[in-house]
């Protein structure tokens, strides 16, 4: 028999006990090295940096410190986008490859699941508050910061269901939205509830969370190189804090020879 050979891969781990949200992405990337200035840049790709500019602050949840990153917008109320707008921003972009790939991705099944919720197709559908500025940066920046970690493949630990209502464009929803519920629901994912009522999963983290994880479920076995800890906006009665686990994946390809 021939020695174990080895393969190992960067992973990452997107550990969401307490909900995932763009932002929240953002802020676990800059805690784990990403530089801001990096977000920046491919801000100003997108053609957006004009009306979008980012900023970190470190912050206190629950008594641990974690990255807070805003998104501040500038000209506000401007029109909603179809998916095929927010597409050619995303393409005349000149990013890489894979971060156009991912991000294009997260938009389309974004599109396809608000478009189920509605019952139109997914290129009518008027992006509102998911089709923000905001949350074209959150997720390019997110596709771009993974790839600038160099991270291969992704896993997500099982999704808070929150509770309670939120007031939206369409008046009062519950909680998980629609959107996230739909989202759950073309993916299979686990579901758990941590006992907080209120929204923990947005449609962009769900959206995130479903178009990049490889498999949900318990952490893979891997070598932890990198923690990072992004904040939420709120104080709950656990920290609001999304955990990005960075590590190596090594499997074991035992090989018989004659």
């Known amino acids: ?30 805690s784990a090295g990403v530089p801001l200035e990096y977000f920046t840049e491919i801000i100003d790709r997108l053609g ?3 009306e979008v500019k980012l900023r970190s602050e470190l912050v206190n949840r629950g008594g ?3 990255v807070k990153v805003h998104v501040d917008i500038r000209h506000h109320g401007h029109h909603h986008r179809h998916l095929p707008e927010i597409e050619t921003i995303i393409k005349s972009a000149q990013l890489e490859p894979l971060i156009e790939k991912n991000s294009l991705e997260i938009f389309q099944n974004l599109a396809i699941a608000e478009g189920k919720v ?36 992704v896993f997500c630990s099982a999704l808070p269901t929150g509770g309670g209502f939120v007031t939206c464009e369409h008046g009062q929803l519950p909680v998980p939205v629609p959107a996230v519920l739909k989202l759950w629901e073309m993916f299979k994912v686990p579901v758990f509830s941590n006992g907080i009522d209120r929204e923990l999963v947005t449609p962009t983290g769900a959206a995130i969370a479903v178009s990049l994880s490889a ?8 070598s932890i190189s990198k923690i990072g800890l992004g904040a939420g906006t709120r104080e709950l009665a656990i ?20």
């Open 118 to 153: 509605h019952g139109i197709p997914p290129e009518k559908v008027h992006f509102h508050e998911v089709g923000a500025l905001d949350a074209i940066a959150d997720i390019v920046c997110t596709c771009a910061g993974l790839a600038w970690l160099g991270v291969e493949q």
């Open 64 to 66: 641990q410190e974690a």
């Open 239 to 258: 920290p609001n804090i999304f955990r990005l686990w960075i590590g190596e994946s090594t499997d074991q390809d035992k090989k018989k020879q004659n």
């Open 215 to 222: 498999q949900f479920g318990t952490i893979p076995a891997m």
């Open 1 to 30: 028999m021939s020695p174990s050979a080895s393969i190992s891969k960067k992973i990452a781990y997107f550990d969401c006990a307490v909900g995932i949200a763009g932002d929240m992405c953002l802020g676990a990337l800059v």
């Open 48 to 50: 957006i940096g004009d």
